[in-house]
């Protein structure tokens, strides 16, 4: 099971983001799990997770977050604004997918 981590300001914003990459991973038939979380609550949650990407409201916590995430090889990037605003839950999927290959 992949197990895909968006973080945003408090992890609501990224929820109809997530419902997307629920139905597009559905779509796929594999086994994804897709949770959203604040950014209060990234070192207690990065170390459960395959890869976290950054709602753009975020973004500029990246170099940070990696840095905290690099001690459990979990990779963070931020999702471009362009696919967050459009809510295009498929490419935001293969977008986390292409970082745990």
Same mark, same amino acid.
């Given at each position: !099971? /992949?197990? *895909?981590?968006?973080?945003?300001?408090?992890? !609501?914003? /990224?929820? !109809?983001?997530? #419902? #997307?990459?629920?139905? %597009? %991973?559905?779509?796929?038939?594999?086994? *994804?799990? *897709?949770?959203?979380?604040?950014?209060?609550? @990234?070192?207690?949650?990065?170390?459960? @997770?395959?890869?976290?990407?950054?709602?753009?409201?975020?973004?500029?916590?990246?170099?940070?977050?990696?840095?905290? $995430?690099? $001690?459990?090889?979990?990779?963070?990037?931020?999702? /471009?604004?362009?696919?967050?605003? /459009?809510?295009?839950?498929? #490419?935001?999927?293969?977008?986390?997918?292409?970082?745990?290959?």
């Amino acid at each position: !099971m /992949t197990k *895909i981590m968006l973080c945003c300001s408090a992890g !609501m914003s /990224t929820s !109809m983001l997530v #419902k #997307k990459m629920r139905e %597009a %991973a559905a779509e796929l038939n594999q086994d *994804i799990e *897709i949770d959203a979380y604040g950014a209060g609550q @990234f070192d207690e949650m990065v170390k459960e @997770f395959d890869v976290v990407l950054l709602g753009p409201q975020v973004k500029y916590m990246l170099n940070d977050l990696k840095s905290r $995430a690099s $001690a459990y090889n979990v990779p963070v990037e931020a999702i /471009t604004p362009l696919d967050y605003g /459009t809510m295009n839950g498929s #490419k935001v999927l293969q977008y986390a997918l292409s970082l745990t290959a």
